[in-house]
């Protein structure tokens, strides 16, 4: 149990479907990230939240969307995904510098 | 621009041997360094993180980093590698200026032969 919580842990979809990933963190932290990681490329930060307000738009494609109702729960939402969108998105929190704290991630496939 | 550098993409060690992976950073304020360990598959796993004091730092599983201001370098090493180390192993750099944000190196992977 890492304390940050990724479902699903795996997804399979066509390019014209709509998914959701969902990302739960208990450890009282005030920031929320995406970060997208896909094989032989460094880890991509997609977004920040801080305080439930987006502070960060890495200038991700708008068929990426997230959501961060609250300080605990941040959502990804997936529309028209292409399949070079396939890789493990990884969701983290954080407390001021203190360091992140990574969920397993959920290893997305689009077909 | 905040930069982190592993020179190494690939590593063998042989088990029983020592290990030693290499980070440099360049970042125009005082950094705070981090050594995080994915497993394939996994989420990334803080090994360990320096924010000031003891420029040697001592980590989970038996790693430790040395802090060189001088030569800007965060090298993460253990004197007796395990067949389970075997993983990617990513550095990170952050600084209180820059908010939370951390910035990661593109990792360096680690196989362990027996």
């Known amino acids: 149990e890492t304390g940050v919580t990724q479902t699903p842990r795996h997804l399979v979809m066509g390019m014209t479907n709509k998914k959701s990933l969902k990302c739960e963190q208990h450890l009282g932290h005030n920031a929320m990230y995406w970060y997208k990681q896909s094989a032989k490329k460094p880890l991509e930060l997609m977004f920040v939240?801080?305080?439930?307000?987006?502070?960060e738009n890495n200038s991700v494609p708008s068929r990426f969307s997230p959501e961060c109702p609250n300080s605990s729960h941040l959502f990804l939402h997936l529309h028209t995904l292409q399949p070079e969108d396939s890789a493990l998105y990884l969701c983290?929190?954080?407390?001021?510098?203190?360091?992140?704290?990574f969920g397993s991630g959920t290893r997305l496939t689009v077909v | 621009a905040q930069s982190v550098t592993q020179p190494d993409i690939h590593i063998t060690v042989s088990e029983g041997a020592s290990l030693e992976l290499r980070c440099n950073y360049s970042?125009?304020?005082?950094?705070?360094l981090f050594w995080y360990v994915q497993s394939p598959g996994q989420g990334l796993q803080l090994l360990l993180k320096y924010f000031s004091g003891d420029t040697l730092v001592q980590g989970i599983k038996g790693f430790e980093a040395e802090f060189k201001r001088s030569q800007s370098s965060f090298n993460l090493r253990k004197p007796s590698v395990h067949w389970s180390d075997a993983a990617e192993y990513f550095c990170?750099?952050?600084?209180?200026?820059?908010?939370?944000?951390?910035?990661f190196g593109a990792g360096t992977i680690l196989r362990v032969k027996s």
């Open positions: 983290a929190s954080s407390q001021e510098i203190g360091g992140y704290t």
């Open positions: 990170a750099v952050g600084a209180r200026e820059y908010g939370n944000k951390l910035v």
């Open positions: 939240y801080s305080l439930e307000e987006r502070v």
């Open positions: 970042y125009g304020a005082t950094p705070y």
